[in-house]
């Protein structure tokens, strides 16, 4: 302590003499320290899987069986290398500068990474997961039905939701049409003037990239009658549901329609002109204008009576349902993978996929509701509601329609929309410490007929 006192005395000592001689001093240079490259850790290859191409079959042309063999061993207690898709990116590391592999990453889902160690102890590959850390704001949007391109382009178009991706306006679009295809169907009860408002969660992960999630609460205003519906899980297992203002499920019996936000192209009629037979005959169901390939979905919860070709129907699928109820599915291109005579299916499962097969003249997905063998109008019938709120959940149920409702009003309609922060973080980093929320960066901007059975 002494030596490094009388240094510190000497350096003040010749700092004062140099003020009073009134000449400059400086404190003697120690250099300046080179910069120092560390060479990377690993080297990397990154592949991704072809089309038909297995995991395994990635692997065969990087190590030799045996030791493939144990990667995919270690690979299967946290995922199924069968359900691997197109594109799945791998990732190869090795030492540097040679070929011996270290380790190798698979990418299983957007969040979500298999890590496998070379475990050079006992030999063999050790697996563990690496969750990417997931930050969810809230956003809040507004807007009017102005023209012919309905909902899809209000909220495509609309400025408050440029920051995301545009594929995910279109899933919120989707999400809509989800949620409220009990009440209102999309495809032909829209009317200019419409207004809708809703807020919804958005992930936001470490590299920026934003993606739209879970739809908290919306309301839309179709001809002056306002729908509601709000996001409420009962049982706290992230399946919960949505229900109106006074706690009854949004959901119904039945599905109003088969197709995701599809043009209606045909009615239920008693004489219709038809376009291939070149006469006037009934039409007993709905046709809906869509894509071949896209995915038809079971309206509700029934067992598969037919699949097959059915004369001018094509490729058909009926389902039958309670109460007496059969759905037909008409024209279809294909069956879903799994269906057949005697599956059990649920409501909103995809069974099969638009086509063109039988009588038509373009793609499109005929529909019909029968009971005991009569034909009514899937568009007219009266659909009960699917089960409430649990009256030991009312007081919860309360408080969390209160606070997203509350979300909602502060939105007005078709007008300005507040910015967006962040509420909590979803998922951990590596090593399982949780991140602290931040702040997002939105930018705030300006009888059923006749006397059939009730499904």
Known sequence: MQQRDHHWSRRATAAALCLMAACTWEPPSVGEIEAVYVPPAEDVQILSLGRAQTFGGLLYDVMDANDQAGLLLAFQE????????????????????????????????????????????????????????????????????????????????????????????????????????????????LRVGDTYRFAFEQEVRPDGSMRAGR???????????????????????????????????????????????????????????????????????????????????????????????????????????????????AHLNGFRAGIYEGSVVRQSEVIGYVGMTGLVTGPHLHYEMLANGRQFDPLSVDLPAGDPVPADDSQRWEAEMGGRMALLETIPRAGPVRTYTAQSQLGQTESGQTGSGQTGSGQAESGQPGGGPQP
Do not use: C
């Open 78 to 189: 946290f995922a199924d290398p069968r359900r691997l898709r197109e594109r799945t990116e791998v990732t190869f590391r090795y030492l540097p500068g040679s070929d011996e592999l270290r380790g190798v990453d698979v990418a299983v889902s957007r969040d979500q990474t298999v890590r496998l160690d070379r475990d050079e102890v006992l030999g063999g590959w050790l697996s563990r997961v690496i969750e990417t850390p997931v930050y969810v704001d809230t956003v809040y949007a507004s807007g009017e039905i102005e023209g012919e391109g309905g909902l899809w382009e209000s909220v495509v178009q609309n400025p408050v939701l440029v920051q995301v991706p545009y594929e995910d306006r279109n899933s919120l679009i989707d999400h809509l049409d989800r949620v409220f295809q009990w009440q209102l169907d999309f495809s032909r009860q």
């Open 215 to 329: 739809l908290l609460a919306a309301e839309y205003v179709n001809s002056g009658t306002p729908f509601h519906a709000i996001y409420f899980d009962p049982n706290g297992d992230g399946q919960g549901s949505y229900f109106d203002l006074e706690g009854e499920s949004v959901r119904r019996a039945f599905l109003l329609k088969p197709l995701a936000y599809r043009r209606i192209s045909g009615t239920f009629q008693n004489a219709r002109f038809h376009p291939v037979l070149n006469r006037v005959r009934a039409h007993r169901g709905v046709d809906y204008a869509a894509d071949i390939g896209t995915e038809v979905m079971a309206t509700s919860d029934g067992v598969v009576i037919h699949r097959g070709p059915k004369g001018s129907f094509g490729n058909t699928i009926e389902i039958r349902h309670s109460n007496g109820w059969v759905t037909r599915y």
